[in-house]
């Protein structure tokens, strides 16, 4: 195995380790390289191939994230057992384009959003009473992208026909839809095409339609903790709802099976609040409860943009070859919340469903919006937003931990690292949740205990954590409130 050969373009888009991933994920799906198999160590894989070990293990870390090998300590690299994942030579089915992956400019600091965040529509005179705020619903203050949707804003009015200020499409204007759909392919390796989309204005409007289409006699299951928001939702909305167990690697399939539950809500890419990505196994054994009946999984990809190592886990829906995953997605999160426009991705048979009803429902956001964010898209400045918002996450992310690690190592302990804009930390010295909150909030300094986000009973087998949110804060701010924490946390 250390004589590998693998093709490297030098010249070509896509950096060295993506190129060295793709290889060892089609070596992977076309089953050339059997479960079980170790790889060759980083070290001589890298002075096989002349590239830095660096390269190597950036390649090999993102193969692990996405659950295609994995790391056993002491012994090496080895493919891991995935049951449904070979489709045989000429048949396989790629995720993403080899070409660098477009991305883009993000959020805006001190903003609530909609999206993925636990118990958001916190009353602002409740945020008032701590001097800092480790707030989990919230973006980058001071980072929308004034001058550019402004330029586009005047553009789209400047042009405008009487068209424009007319109800258009219930789904949502086609050219939107079309420009949608290529960045989730391009960048989510979703496979859609612009007629399964449906534009509107926040999940729970989503959420809501997707309820007419579907029907009320309908038994969803979640995780446990899980988002809320979405729990209150299907509860709102008449579907009977039921808690699955789970474990490092996400929902547990065998115990979905057992609750008789048709439907799961699930956040494989970074499951909301905790953290987990769901490795590709599960991801498959997921896709296999689904084809067996009239099953659905909905997955909410509410944060995919941001993350800070490798690449982006591609989307669960990419994989579904039997049109079972109903995929939604937001730009609240990424560009502001007063934007309010998200999507949803059908399979086209309830998409057909939908549209052969009486009255379909008028589409939630205006013309003159979907316009601006169409060309927001189409015209790069949504990929040099996301860029931006990356590296100036990934600073605060870096620093945050820098804090926890140096300044509390003896106290804590943080997961969920690399992903999103939250930590978890976790306590080692026997604090409950509870002290630590309070401890915090004497302080000064308010941080949310994982029990927040439970729908029922307790966390089970995870010490007393708490999260802390860092999109909203500066880097002085995240500096002060965390001295705060130091102190508080470490009894000084």
């Known amino acids: 195995m250390n004589d590998l050969i693998i093709s490297l373009d030098t010249k070509a888009g896509a950096p060295l380790y993506e190129q060295i991933c793709e290889y060892f994920k089609q070596e992977i799906q076309e089953g050339r390289l059997a479960a079980g198999m170790r790889l060759p160590s980083s070290r001589a894989l890298a002075g096989n191939l002349s590239v830095s070990r660096s390269t190597v293990d950036l390649a090999y870390d993102q193969l692990v994230s996405e659950g295609y090998i994995e790391a056993v300590p002491c012994k090496g690299y080895f493919v891991c057992d995935i049951e449904g994942l070979y489709y045989g ?14 991305w883009a400019d993000s959020p805006q600091k001190g903003v609530l959003y ?6 958001e529509r916190k009353a602002e005179t409740d945020r008032a009473k701590y001097a800092y705020d480790f707030a989990l619903n919230g973006i980058a203050p001071g980072s929308f992208p004034h001058n550019a949707w402004r330029k586009l804003s005047r553009q789209v009015l400047t042009d405008a026909q009487d068209a424009l200020f007319a109800l258009g499409d219930p ?5 939107l839809r079309q420009a949608v759909s290529a960045y989730l392919y391009q960048a989510r390796g979703v496979h859609c095409e612009p007629e399964q989309i449906l534009v509107g204005a926040g999940n729970d409007y989503l959420l809501m339609l997707l309820c007419t289409i579907l029907g009320k006699d309908r038994k969803i299951a979640m995780e446990n903790p899980t988002y809320r928001s979405a729990w209150h939702d299907f509860g709102h909305m008449g579907f009977e709802r039921c808690i699955v167990n789970r474990d490092t690697q996400g929902i547990d399939v065998h115990d979905l099976e057992q609750t008789g539950a048709d439907m799961v809500y699930v956040m494989p890419s970074h499951q909301f609040p905790l953290g987990t990505i769901m490795p590709l ?3 498959l054994s997921l896709l296999k409860w689904a084809g067996r009946g009239d099953r659905y999984i909905i997955e909410d990809d509410y944060d995919s943009e941001f993350r800070y190592k490798g690449k982006p886990i591609p989307a669960l829906q990419g994989f579904d070859k039997e049109e079972r995953v109903i995929y939604l997605g937001t730009f609240s999160k990424s560009i502001a919340p007063s934007i309010r426009i998200s999507y949803m991705v ?3 048979k309830l998409m057909q469903r939908y549209l052969s009803g009486e009255n379909p429902f008028s589409v939630t956001v205006s013309r003159a919006d979907q316009k601006i964010l169409e060309l927001f898209l189409r015209e790069g400045y949504y990929e040099r937003h996301l860029n931006r918002m990356r590296s100036l996450y990934k600073g605060k992310h870096d620093l945050l931990l820098h804090w926890l690690k140096e300044g509390m190592g003896n106290v804590c302990t943080c997961s969920g690292e690399n992903a999103g804009v939250h930590l978890l930390v976790h306590f080692k010295n026997g604090s409950s949740e509870q002290e630590a909150v309070e401890r915090a909030a004497k302080a000064g300094v308010r941080v949310y205990g994982l029990s927040e986000f439970l729908v029922s009973g307790k966390v089970p087998q995870m010490p007393a954590t708490v999260l802390l949110g860092y999109a909203t804060m500066s880097e002085e701010d ?15």
């Open 346 to 348: 059908l399979p086209k």
């Open 171 to 175: 789904c949502g204007e086609l050219s």
């Open 89 to 102: 030579t000429g048949r396989r089915e790629k995720t993403h384009e080899t070409g660098r992956e477009a």
């Open 478 to 492: 995240l500096e002060e409130g965390m001295k705060r924490l130091v102190k508080a946390w470490n009894g000084r």
């Open 114 to 119: 909609s999206a993925g965040m636990g118990e």
């Open 281 to 283: 196994k599960r991801r």
